[in-house]
């Protein structure tokens, strides 16, 4: 139906501009007009060639044609248009509307879609859309899929960042749910300064960005739980009855074919690794109930990742690729599960390779070595504030004579010695100002004993450097070393070492598991303490010993002879 049809035997009227509004097919129509200026211009000159043609509706009339000449009154500030007025339904109105545009107008991908689900809302099938407009089933169905695109893909689009990207763009990435086309654009652009760099993108072709997202399509053929199984995860119901599967969505997804035969596939691979991760998770604890022995088996690299950022179903497992396929009648042969990855949840058996290792769970004897390191690393930071508040301000070295100063600066070196000033009096430009006037502060001491005493504190950043790298285990250095250096540092200042440790360790906070264990332990016993001492041990010997005593007394009642009876023995004798 054309205006011409419409306005057939009508005779056009004056209406009021604010009581008119465009029809929700161009409602969200992108940019501005830039001709409006222009057009405007001419009606200006020439005056209104075609009134516009409108309809009736609640609260004033809609626009069927003619929203630019509409537009354009409303630029020259007019306040009335001649229209011709007629009353159709939604669903004529709005197809009319499209039709014109479609036919008059470059509609963007976007817009189409837009102008689609309003014919559909005004109750027209996707197949009475492409036979009146005279397009395929194919074509509307994945315009109207475009209303499905991310808001961040939209924008991106609509700003002119994808400005490489055509419909088929769209139409690729849309069919996907919204938190896979955004993982998508993470994955495919990175940060630059505030904003994402879409270079990337705009280098795909249709082919390649298809072939991306080709691994966002999961297999169903080949899944080891029934895909009739609505508990598995009853959230999403069944994979049989889903509608989310290329097989059921014909006209956005073209037939997947592998050797010759039509495959189908979940396209919604959140869904999928729910599902696969809970079907692995009981399948694992039915196989350890019969077989507490069976391995896992992992294609994730865990080496160097904390406990947390591993899956729990991959904690304890073995790398795939350290073992060997063989029969469950083979000798050494193990039953496996595959934990993540593309296949699991599948079992099979294996021989492990003598490289075979895996990242163990943490045990009681980790935690109390970790906690060891810990308190070792903490008297080595003692140490290290304690050198840098002595190269600030001087103090134990102050008080060293020449003949202990000298020695350690002929073994250690010194750092920046050119540096120190021919006279310390006016060096107010010195880096090091402040350190002077303190060593200056000792009287007793002659300007060569100031000297040492600074050429000292340089030998602090080298021994500093020392102990900084025992910490992270650089130049087989260990902790273990860099508290044996500390020891000797402290000897040299006469440090109280014993004092300075456990001063270290206290800022350490034990484990609570490492904890409570030793709060249920029994207390040990100090060197030089005797084993009965203990609370418990002594109880046990008191008691041993009384009963010893007891034993003894009824021995000498039975066994030995009176007083009368020696002395006759001995009388006899």
């Known amino acids: 139906m054309s205006e011409s049809s419409l306005n057939e035997l009508s005779v056009p009227v004056l209406?009021?501009?604010?009581?008119?509004?465009?029809s929700p097919i161009n409602e969200k129509r992108e940019g501005k007009d830039k001709n409006i200026e222009s057009l405007a211009a001419d009606i200006q000159s020439n005056g209104l060639l075609q009134p516009i043609t409108v309809r009736p509706i609640a609260d004033g009339f809609e626009i069927i044609f003619g929203e630019r000449r509409w537009n354009a009154f409303k630029f020259l500030q007019k306040e009335r248009i001649p229209?011709?007025?007629?009353?159709?339904?939604?669903?004529?109105?709005?197809?009319?509307?499209?039709?014109?545009?479609?036919?008059?107008?470059?509609?963007?991908?976007?817009?189409?879609?837009?102008?689609?689900?309003?014919?559909?809302?005004?109750?027209?099938?996707?197949?009475?859309?492409?036979?009146?407009?005279?397009?395929?089933i194919r074509w509307v169905s994945r315009r109207l899929k475009l209303s499905n695109l991310s808001e961040k893909i939209k924008n991106a689009y609509l700003t002119g960042k994808l400005y490489a990207w055509g419909p088929a763009h769209l139409e690729t990435i849309a069919r996907f749910e919204i938190h896979t086309q955004d993982a998508f654009l993470k994955d495919h652009t990175v940060y630059n300064r505030e904003e994402l760099d879409y270079d990337e993108l705009n280098y795909l072709s249709t082919d390649d960005l298809k072939k991306v997202f080709d691994h966002f399509l999961m297999r169903l053929s080949s899944v080891p739980w029934d895909l009739n199984?609505?508990?598995?995860?009853?959230?999403?119901?069944?994979?049989?009855?889903?509608?989310?599967?290329?097989?059921?969505?014909?006209?956005?997804?073209?037939?997947?074919?592998?050797?010759?035969?039509?495959?189908?596939?979940?396209?919604?691979?959140?869904?999928y690794q729910i599902k696969q991760k809970v079907f692995t998770k009981k399948k694992l604890e039915k196989l350890q109930e019969k077989n507490p022995e069976v391995v896992k088996l992992t294609t994730v690299y865990q080496y160097g990742k904390k406990d947390e950022d591993i899956d729990d179903l991959s904690k304890g497992a073995v790398y795939l690729h350290h073992t060997t396929d063989c029969k469950k009648s083979d000798s050494g042969a193990k039953q496996a599960l595959i934990t993540d990855g593309p296949n699991a949840g599948t079992t099979k058996w294996v021989k492990l390779d003598?490289?075979?290792?895996?990242?163990?769970?943490?045990?009681?004897?980790?935690?109390?070595?970790?906690?060891?390191?810990?308190?070792?690393?903490?008297?080595?930071?003692?140490?290290?504030?304690?050198?840098?508040?002595?190269?600030?301000?001087?103090?134990?070295?102050?008080?060293?004579?020449?003949?202990?100063?000298?020695?350690?600066?002929?073994?250690?070196?010194?750092?920046?010695?050119?540096?120190?000033p021919d006279d310390i009096s006016g060096c107010d430009d010195f880096d090091h100002a402040d350190q002077w006037k303190n060593v200056a502060k000792y009287n007793k001491r002659t300007r060569w004993q100031d000297a040492l005493t600074r050429m000292l504190t340089l030998v602090f950043t080298r021994w500093i450097k020392t102990l900084e790298q025992s910490m992270n285990k650089q130049y087989h250095t260990t902790p273990d070393s860099g508290v044996a250096f500390c020891e000797g540092i402290a000897k040299f200042f006469s440090i109280n070492w014993e004092e300075f440790v456990s001063q270290a360790h206290s800022t350490v906070k034990i484990p609570k598991k490492l904890a409570q264990e030793l709060a249920n332990a029994e207390p040990d016993t100090?060197?030089?303490?005797?084993?009965?001492?203990?609370?418990?041990?002594?109880?046990?010997?008191?008691?041993?010993?009384?009963?010893?005593?007891?034993?003894?007394?009824?021995?000498?009642?039975?066994?030995?002879?009176?007083?009368?009876?020696?002395?006759?023995?001995?009388?006899?004798?």
């Not at 209406?15 to 465009?22: E, K, N, Q, R, Y």
């Not at 008059?104 to 197949?127: F, K, W, Y």
């Not at 001492?533 to 066994?559: G, Y």
């Open 15 to 22: 209406l009021p501009v604010h009581a008119i509004s465009p």
């Open 83 to 136: 229209a011709f007025v007629k009353d159709v339904s939604d669903k004529d109105a709005h197809s009319i509307t499209f039709s014109e545009n479609f036919q008059r107008e470059n509609l963007s991908p976007l817009e189409e879609a837009i102008a689609l689900q309003v014919l559909l809302r005004d109750g027209m099938t996707p197949d009475e859309i492409a036979v009146q407009f005279g397009k395929d």
């Open 229 to 271: 199984d609505c508990e598995l995860y009853s959230d999403a119901g069944a994979c049989s009855s889903c509608t989310k599967r290329t097989s059921i969505q014909t006209n956005l997804f073209e037939s997947l074919e592998e050797k010759g035969k039509v495959v189908d596939r979940c396209i919604d691979p959140d869904c």
């Open 354 to 420: 003598k490289d075979a290792r895996v990242k163990k769970e943490k045990t009681e004897v980790d935690v109390k070595v970790k906690f060891d390191t810990k308190k070792k690393i903490a008297v080595i930071n003692a140490m290290i504030a304690f050198l840098i508040n002595e190269q600030k301000t001087p103090k134990r070295s102050s008080d060293m004579e020449v003949e202990e100063i000298l020695p350690v600066i002929v073994v250690f070196g010194c750092d920046n010695i050119e540096s120190l």
């Open 526 to 573: 100090t060197p030089g303490e005797k084993k009965e001492n203990h609370p418990a041990k002594k109880a046990a010997a008191k008691k041993k010993i009384a009963k010893s005593k007891k034993k003894k007394n009824s021995e000498s009642t039975v066994n030995e002879p009176n007083e009368q009876e020696v002395t006759i023995a001995g009388e006899d004798l």
